[in-house]
């Protein structure tokens, strides 16, 4: 079945450094991609996305291609904020497994910046 | 604009008592709706979706229902909590052929 698979965290990195969360992937059809943010005591939001192979999603400084290749979705920042601080979800949604819209969720990569 | 309400946001109750969490979609109509639980330290679990009135689809078997008595509304319930209920519940909704969903704020269960 489709799957997703993140780095294990928790990943501590100090302010203005380069973040980079790998996620990979198994899918049946050509799903679409997701990274969706938690901070403390909040629920999800969507981050950014991606539809189809060789889309590049952004928001916010964050940005994930869409590798089909290496069936990946890696979530980079160039510099990071204290304020990033958050546990970070890759996602996918596989119109050819289900048409319920279902997202399957990785297991969440926690990311603490310091000052 | 759409918005989605999750109420209560944080609940204490005990072992033996019966739940009920209430999630609620504003402007929108026919939604696909989810439950999700996000257990201490873990990742997010599909607990149950629901594509129409009336109409539940559960992922995993546990101790948990699900009701979606109006288009716009979706309701977990439990007879009898048990501790391993714990944990932090959201709901989502997503418009029928849209990608990806919109979360609500969540619900922290504990259970003691």
């Known amino acids: 079945g489709d799957s997703v698979t993140q780095m294990e965290g928790p990943v501590t990195l100090s302010e203005e450094a380069f973040l980079t969360i790998n996620c990979t992937y198994t899918?049946?059809?050509?799903?679409?991609l997701f990274w969706y943010v938690q901070y403390p005591g909040e629920g999800l939001q969507l981050l950014l996305k991606?539809?189809?192979?060789?889309d590049k999603g952004s928001n916010k400084g964050f940005e994930a291609t869409y590798r089909k290749e290496t069936t990946s979705f890696h979530l980079e920042k160039g510099s990071v904020q204290v304020s990033d601080s958050a546990v970070y979800f890759c996602a996918l949604s596989d119109p050819y497994s289900s048409n319920t819209g279902k997202l399957i969720f990785g297991q969440g990569t926690t990311l603490q910046v310091k000052p | 604009s759409q918005t989605i309400h999750q109420w209560p946001a944080t609940l204490v109750q005990p072992v033996g008592s019966p739940l009920s969490l209430e999630c609620t979609v504003e402007?929108?109509?026919?939604?696909?709706l989810y439950w999700y639980r996000q257990a201490a330290g873990r990742g997010l679990q599909l607990l149950f979706y629901s594509v129409g009135i009336g109409q539940i689809s559960s992922e995993v078997p546990q101790n948990l229902s699900a009701s979606r008595p109006q288009d716009r509304q979706f309701i977990l319930s439990s007879k009898k909590l048990l501790l391993s209920d714990s944990g932090f519940y959201l709901c989502a909704w997503r418009r029928q052929g849209v990608v990806g969903y919109t979360f609500g704020s969540g619900t922290r269960l504990t259970v003691v």
């Open positions: 899918a049946t059809g050509y799903p679409s």
């Open positions: 991606a539809t189809k192979a060789d």
């Open positions: 402007g929108t109509s026919n939604p696909n």
